[in-house]
C-alpha cells in the first residue's frame, strides 16, 4: 500500500492559464474522488469515478473544470483560465468500495498569481 | 441539504485534559460517520468510523459513537497528549456514492 499519490504539490500560475492536476489512487481501489479544501474550510466535493466513469459532479465544477480516469486508473483534474477563485488545495482520495473509507493524498496547493 | 456542523475553535488544552469535540449532521437516508485529522503539514488521516447507529468508532484513545437520535458523532478522548494537536473533521459519507460532506474543522492545541 504506497498511499495516494498526488503531482505536483504546489502550482503557482498566472491568471488566466490552464493547469493539469494529476492522481495516483491505491492500486486496486475502484472510486476515485476530488475535493477542493480552501483556507480554514473543510474539504468539498468536486466529482467522483466509479472505474473509468464519471458517475457524479458537484455544481462547484464549473465548465472550466474538466477531470478524466481514463483506463480507471490515475486521474487527472484540468482547470481551464484560472481565476484568483482557483486558489485552494485540491484533495485526491480514493477507496475499494463505498462503504469502505476513503483514503486520502497530500493534495496539490494551487496559488493563482 | 445534507451538511456537517462542528463547534468553533481553537481548542486549546493542557496535556492530560479531557477532549470533546461536538459535532452534528443532517443527511438523507443512513450515512456512515467519520472523523478526520489533519496533522500539521501532512494529508487528511482517517481516525475513525461508524457505519450505523449506537456504532462506536475508536482508535489511538479516541472515540465516537453514532447517535442517530441526537444526530451526532462527537469525539471524546479521556487524556490529551501534545502530539494530539491537529485539526479535527467530522464527515458523513453518503450510502450511495460515498462521497464526504465535511464539517469546517476544528483545530486542536494541546499544551504541556
Known amino acids: 500500500d504506497t498511499g495516494v499519490s498526488q503531482d505536483p504539490r504546489h502550482k503557482i500560475t498566472k491568471r488566466g492559464q490552464n493547469v493539469t492536476f494529476r492522481c495516483d489512487p491505491i492500486?486496486?481501489?475502484?472510486?476515485l474522488y476530488w475535493y477542493r479544501q480552501t483556507l480554514g474550510q473543510g474539504p468539498e466535493f468536486l466529482t467522483y469515478?466509479?472505474?473509468?466513469?464519471?458517475?457524479?459532479k458537484s455544481r462547484l465544477l464549473s465548465d472550466r473544470f474538466s477531470a478524466e480516469r481514463p483506463k480507471g486508473s490515475f486521474s487527472t483534474l484540468e482547470i481551464q483560465r484560472t481565476e484568483q477563485g482557483d486558489s485552494a488545495m485540491y484533495l485526491c482520495?480514493?477507496?475499494?468500495?463505498?462503504?469502505?473509507?476513503?483514503?486520502f493524498g497530500d493534495g496539490t496547493r494551487l496559488s493563482i498569481l | 441539504g445534507d451538511s456537517v456542523t462542528q463547534m468553533e475553535g481553537p481548542v486549546t488544552l493542557s496535556e492530560e485534559a479531557f477532549l470533546t469535540i461536538n459535532c452534528t449532521y443532517t443527511a438523507t437516508g443512513y450515512p456512515s460517520l467519520f472523523w478526520y485529522v489533519q496533522y500539521p503539514g501532512e494529508g487528511l488521516q482517517l481516525l475513525l468510523k461508524a457505519t450505523k447507529a449506537d456504532d462506536k468508532g475508536s482508535n489511538k484513545g479516541f472515540e465516537a459513537t453514532y447517535r442517530k437520535e441526537t444526530t451526532s458523532f462527537h469525539l471524546e478522548k479521556g487524556s490529551v497528549q501534545v502530539s494530539d494537536s491537529a485539526v479535527y473533521f467530522c464527515?458523513?459519507?453518503?450510502?450511495?456514492?460515498?462521497?464526504?460532506?465535511f464539517g469546517q474543522g476544528t483545530t486542536l492545541q494541546v499544551k504541556p
Open positions: 464527515a458523513h459519507g453518503s450510502s450511495n456514492t460515498g462521497k464526504l460532506i
Open positions: 492500486s486496486e481501489h475502484n472510486r
Open positions: 482520495a480514493s477507496s475499494l468500495d463505498v462503504e469502505v473509507a476513503q483514503h
Open positions: 469515478f466509479q472505474n473509468e466513469a464519471q458517475l457524479e
